[in-house]
């Protein structure tokens, strides 16, 4: 079973060999271009959800996000940056916030413009830890509140 859906729209070859090497790395991962049916989403714990930021806009990516209508309370929320610069990441993160109504996310932002690979190794490995750190739950933060 895979354990974390990596989401994003047409990538170019410097973008899918950057998510296939995440997908190696997390190895319960699968990934889903926007542009396929979206299928058995309530078996994923954990949705990457990958920017291209020469992308503007990424209209379908967005769309695609609405259309699927994830519930997203119980699921952790990774958002992926991949481009050559961060300029508007901000307004891409609050987007995906926006369209996900969730708060609490990770996000990495990973330069394809530095041929470094592990640049993209780092990011992989950080990804993964998070997404292997145990969530609190609700309960367990109010009652440490109590003590």
């Known amino acids: 079973?895979?354990?974390?859906?990596?989401?994003y729209?047409?990538?170019?070859?410097?973008?899918?060999?950057?998510?296939?090497?995440?997908?190696?790395?997390i190895v319960d991962s699968k990934l889903h271009q926007v542009s396929d049916e979206l299928k058995n989403i309530d078996?994923?714990?954990n949705i990457a959800v990958t920017i291209a930021m020469e992308d503007e806009?990424?209209?379908?990516?967005?769309?695609?996000?609405?259309?699927y209508n994830i519930d997203f309370t119980n699921k952790k929320l990774i958002i992926i940056c991949i481009g050559s610069t961060k300029q508007d990441v901000i307004k891409h993160i609050t987007e995906v916030q926006e369209i996900t109504k969730k708060s609490d996310l990770?996000?990495?932002?990973?330069?394809?413009?530095?041929?470094?690979?592990?640049?993209?190794?780092?990011?992989?490995?950080n990804i993964k830890?998070?997404?292997?750190e145990p969530k609190?739950?609700?309960?367990?933060?109010?009652?440490?509140?109590?003590?």
């Open 9 to 25: 729209d047409n990538a170019n070859t410097k973008i899918n060999n950057v998510l296939n090497k995440i997908s190696e790395v």
């Open 57 to 67: 806009n990424n209209f379908k990516l967005y769309k695609s996000l609405r259309n």
């Open 43 to 45: 078996n994923y714990s």
């Open 129 to 132: 830890r998070y997404i292997e």
């Open 106 to 125: 990770y996000y990495y932002f990973i330069n394809i413009n530095d041929e470094k690979s592990e640049n993209v190794m780092n990011a992989a490995i």
């Open 1 to 7: 079973m895979n354990n974390t859906l990596i989401i």
């Open 136 to 147: 609190k739950s609700i309960k367990r933060v109010i009652k440490e509140l109590d003590k």
